[in-house]
């Protein structure tokens, strides 16, 4: 068919053209940055913590002093390996997903001048790391000796197991095994292992990169580490469990209290870390179906009017020779060509609003793929919204054109 | 006129039900999401202390020893010697310390078991300088910071759990192993963020929600919660590993943050200089290494540095207007293709002899209809867009409202949409010739 006739009447309505061409280029824009922050977040919310979320949970007990720690830690751990269901039951400063703790600067060097990394230590009890489920890709777990006796809040000299990316950030290319780092000055660490993934407690709170950087210690309970525990749970038990370790804990120290918060499954911890991205994802899908709403709702509007003022244009078409499909397609070609031009706006536009979120967010260059995707979604959109009015129009008889009004 | 204008534009209004219909709901649609976006911006963005804000101010040093370590920013709290130094100098209108910890509490009055609340430490002017209305009793004196008394005031919310929200002044409450004795129960006070405690924002990464949680449970003296909740106090952060997990009086670390009250520019200009030779006297004895890096921002810039608002909030906001001004586009072409449509009418109009500008005014009229239509729809939209923003685990969703300046810039920003929106077609339809559309009859 013909597209001249087409541009011809187009531009006799310059003014209607441009509004839904603008509508249709700000829908492209937003349609593609909304998509992107969707699957960023969809790709934050799988971040793989390197643990056996499903059957581990984790107790936190506050409000005791240091001076009775051991004898706490000695009771609890009794107590929760006589729950059912539980296979094991370690002391462990926090878990993934749970509160920040062992938070420290690390340095390649003893005078500390560079602080290349900001880690999580873990630091937990014999059987922890095994318990946790973390993979061992290089060196060795620690065995007993390895466990040493805290004096302060972080072992001064220990070795430790770090994970895949934060060996790869330290030493770029090198066997992170042997290798040393310090922090503090005069605490010293040595890397006996690697682990595939361990995450940070609060994965991302410290930018994408660092959401790995984590290293665990062997370390002995007693009074400075005491009061998390981290129970190994078969699977699908890890919620009953729970609620009996919660009861156990209770009951075991009345004294102390029970952080109700802080005190859930690895899978509840993660869920709930990821609420507000969730929450965001919501919204960002709420805008896009409104948005696309709106968009095919002005242009059922708009091509209603022009099917209406163009009744008797569309009777002499009839009359003349023209077919029912000929004034359908005609109707479709012009919201095709409207649709083409909003969308080649709403490209720049795009491009213009990613750049925006990248100096405000940590957020990548919108992929190529993303303007294809969004164009061909507007034109079937516009096609679909079109065709209720072209089909109209397509109706209207010959006979009109005889008519004076 | 004006009524008469009015009555042609519920006229017309009604002609075309549809099409009123799709104006209204892309205008209150657009209208409902901006609003929803733009009061929470705005309960999160504002004063915390209208009128006192102006006056209070926060030194900032840099107390890091270490030579090699050179800070372009100070840091955003105080050791523990900055802070008692610049405290005890009392060389403002005000002064007062702050720092949170959690602190095992109990009540031997009632059956409750321990609790874990956040204590605040602070000093006798945190309450007059931050304005914080009491219910019963009052705040301490200065003489009881010096004698260290075992004196605390509780918030409105710990008087409702343990009390039962009766006047509980005299009471004694166990904190960890020490009684202290209840002068002063709080009204309900929610200040919006929690100004006092905020620091670290710059590396917070937008995830700055955590800056609106409520205000602490239990208000003790400075000098006496080092004492009853010695061991559990945490760093903002060290330069060297504190010899004494919990034990911050003479660790390398900084944790306390101060505020001063200064009542006009001149004492600013004397404070700023006061902490300026603190620094250099500080370098002098060698216990600072960066004595240039000294700061006296105001309550609001303080707030503005530290980027209070979440990331989330501003990207919500940003989405919701572009929303609107697709919806704008949308009411600018309906309008266009209604009143382009009664070119007819328009023509007998003006050959009876009404002006371009009275059709103006009489489309102009009827857009405006249409946006305070839109308005009434946008803002039921934005109570639920609200309450939706109340079901979110935020910790701001307990203070999230409505208020009446609000209420007010919804039909304010509706009508301005849909007066914008029709400017252009009103325009396009006064211009259009008589003489052809009666010829057309």
């Known amino acids: ?405 | 006129m004006f009524g008469y204008y009015l009555d042609l534009a519920i006229r017309s209004l009604k002609h075309n039900k549809v099409l009123t219909a799709l104006m209204v709901l892309a205008i209150g649609v657009g209208i409902g999401a901006s609003m929803t976006t733009l009061t929470v911006m705005h309960l999160l963005s504002g004063d915390p202390l209208p009128g006192k804000s102006a006056s209070l101010f926060r030194p900032l040093v840099d107390p890091d020893p270490t030579p090699s370590r050179k800070h372009d920013t100070p840091m955003d709290v105080m050791d523990y010697r900055s802070a008692v130094d610049l405290w005890n100098a009392h060389r403002a209108d005000r002064q007062t310390l702050v720092v949170d910890s959690p602190v095992k509490l109990a009540a031997p009055a009632s059956k409750m078991p321990p609790l874990m609340p956040s204590l605040l430490a602070t000093t006798a002017d945190f309450f007059a300088m931050f304005d914080v209305p009491f219910q019963y009793g009052s705040g301490w004196s200065d003489a009881d910071d010096q004698r260290r008394s075992r004196v605390a005031v509780i918030s409105a919310s710990l008087n409702d759990k343990l009390f039962g929200g009766a006047n509980s002044v005299g009471q004694i409450l166990h904190l960890r192993s020490t009684d202290v004795r209840i002068i002063g129960v709080l009204k309900p006070w929610r200040p919006s963020p929690l100004f006092y405690l905020v620091a670290g924002g710059r590396f917070a990464h937008g995830d700055t929600a955590g800056f609106y949680g409520k205000p602490e449970d239990v208000f003790v003296p400075f000098s006496s919660s080092l004492e009853i909740n010695d061991g559990y106090f945490y760093q903002f952060t060290c330069w060297a590993a504190p010899k004494v997990p919990g034990h911050l009086i003479d660790a390398p670390c900084e944790w306390v943050s101060v505020w001063v009250e200064l009542g006009d520019a001149g004492k600013v200009a004397a404070y700023r200089r006061f902490v300026a030779d603190y620094a250099a006297q500080q370098k002098a004895l060698a216990r600072y290494t960066n004595a240039d890096n000294t700061r006296l921002p105001s309550l609001m810039e303080w707030l503005d540095y530290n980027g209070v608002v979440p990331g989330d909030v501003h990207l919500q906001a940003w989405l919701a207007f572009a929303f609107l001004a697709i919806c704008l586009c949308n009411t600018i072409g309906l309008l266009l293709a209604k009143f382009l449509r009664r070119g007819s009418e328009i023509g007998v109009r003006r050959a009876l002899g009404a002006t371009h500008a009275a059709i103006f005014m009489q489309f102009l009229i009827e857009a405006g209809l249409v946006g305070l239509l839109g308005g009434i729809l946008g803002w039921l939209l934005t109570l639920a867009g609200l309450s939706l923003v109340r079901q979110q685990p935020t910790p701001y969703a307990d203070m999230v409202h409505l208020d009446e300046w609000m209420f007010l810039t919804t039909f304010v920003l509706s009508l301005a949409v849909s007066l914008l929106a029709g400017t252009l077609p009103a325009f396009r339809a006064s211009r259009i010739a008589p003489a052809l559309q009666l010829k057309a009859q």
């Open chain 1, 1 to 405: 068919m013909q597209i001249r006739p087409v541009f011809t009447a187009l531009r006799r309505h310059r003014l209607a053209t441009l509004l839904i061409a603008l509508e249709i280029a700000l829908a492209c824009a937003v349609l593609c940055n909304a998509c992107f922050l969707i699957i960023n977040r969809v790709q934050r919310m799988k971040m793989i913590s390197g643990v056996d979320e499903s059957s581990l949970a984790f107790v936190q007990l506050t409000g005791f002093e240091t001076k009775g720690a051991k004898d706490l830690n000695a009771r609890m751990l009794n107590g929760f390996g006589g729950i059912a269901g539980v296979l094991s039951a370690h002391v462990i400063n926090t878990v993934p997903f749970g509160q920040q703790a062992g938070t420290f600067g690390i340095s390649l060097e003893r005078s500390m001048r560079n602080i290349p990394a900001v880690i999580d230590l873990y630091l937990g009890g014999p059987g922890s790391l095994e318990a946790l489920g973390v993979k061992l890709v290089a060196g060795r777990a620690p065995q007993l000796a390895d466990y040493v006796t805290l004096t302060n809040d972080f072992p001064s000299d220990a070795p430790v197991l770090i994970t895949r990316s934060l060996a790869e950030h330290l030493w770029p290319g090198g066997d992170p095994l042997g290798k040393e780092f310090w922090s503090g000055g005069d605490y010293h660490y040595r890397v006996i292992g690697v682990v595939e993934h361990l995450a940070i407690a609060q994965p991302g709170s410290r930018g994408v990169a660092s959401a790995d950087w984590s290293a665990f210690a062997p370390v002995q309970p007693g009074p400075f580490l005491a009061g998390g525990y981290l129970l190994r749970t078969a699977p699908g038990e890890a919620p009953r469990v729970l609620r009996d370790a919660r009861a156990t804990a209770m009951k075991i120290a009345p004294d102390s209290v029970l952080d109700q918060d802080a005190s859930q499954t690895v899978s509840d911890l993660r869920m709930r870390y990821f609420e507000n991205d969730r929450g965001m994802t919501r919204i960002l899908i709420g805008v896009i179906v409104s948005l696309l709403l709106v968009t095919a709702l002005g242009i059922v509007g708009l091509a209603s009017f022009w099917v209406g003022q163009r009744r008797k244009q569309i009777g002499i078409r009839r009359a003349i020779g023209a077919t029912r499909g000929d004034i359908l397609r005609y109707f479709l070609m012009e919201n095709f060509l409207i649709v083409s031009f909003g969308v080649v706006l709403g490209i720049g536009l795009a491009y213009a609003c990613n750049l925006m979120l990248m100096k405000r967010y940590e957020l990548a260059h919108l992929p190529f793929y993303y303007l294809p995707l969004a164009a061909v979604a507007l034109w079937v959109l516009g096609q679909l919204a079109v065709l209720g009015p072209a089909l109209r129009a397509a109706a209207v008889p010959p006979v009109v054109a005889t008519r004076s009004v």
